[in-house]
């Protein structure tokens, strides 16, 4: 049985201040209840040490949002994976939808952050998607599978025990649509059947992939319900406490 694995990235939001008042809102509201979910938070850079301090002696695990694969050296703005070991940081998202339309990343350099991540032991949180051309083209499968192929080349079957794979279709992203149930099962279904392929059985039972794309309070449920999806990748609600609590409830 896959344990569900709820994370909230907090894009470019909220100041040191905003931070430790939505962490405290949030540890506040699931001290002494039993999860049955593993819970992560991925702040900005700027309070992932803040938040590291805050969550000490909870259960909330913390990521962060984005690295680069080298260990260090002349890479103005850039962060270093030991630098995010060295804040408490257990993961970190890579390869999200607007690090690759906004800033153009492609899969040979995610592939390379995946890489550097699991070598540092962080656990990668892989996002893949396509966007509404794509699918309305009806190429949805062809480009996750490039995604999957390029992202994971020269990935041993051990290191792909260690990494989460979040399915996030770019058209649902922060638009206020959502795949149906049904659509997110099927192609969260078509992720594990391509591991299964091209890793093993075994590892693709046995690895979390997360829904991301509107996913709120009213819709988390339902969702969460489909055999093949194993947690949610949560950006908008994640900022509210409240909504948030909510989605973690209702696993």
Known sequence: MRKKVIAGNWKMNND??????????????????????????CPPFTSLSEANS????????????????????????EISAKMLKSVGCEYVILGHSERRT???????LINEKIKAALKAELKPIFCIGETLEERE???????????LSGGLDEISL???KKIIIAYEPVWAIGTGKTASPQQAEDMHQFIRNY?????????????????????????????????????????GACLIADSFISIIESV
């Open 54 to 77: 805050l969550i000490k002696n909870t259960s909330i695990k913390l990521g962060a949002q984005n690295m680069y694969f080298k260990e260090s050296g002349a890479f103005t703005g």
């Open 137 to 147: 083209a009806g190429k949805e499968k062809e480009v996750l599978t490039k995604q």
């Open 158 to 160: 051990d290191q792909m």
């Open 102 to 108: 906004i800033y153009k990343e492609q899969d040979k």
């Open 195 to 235: 591991i299964k392929d091209d890793f093993s059985t075994d590892v693709a039972e046995n690895l979390v992939i997360q829904y991301g794309g509107s996913v709120k309070p009213d819709n988390a449920r339902e969702l969460l319900s489909q055999r093949n999806i194993d947690g949610a990748l949560v950006g």
């Open 16 to 41: 040191i201040s905003e931070s430790q008042n939505l962490i405290s809102k949030m540890t506040s509201r699931l001290n002494g209840k039993q999860l049955k979910c593993d819970v992560i938070i």
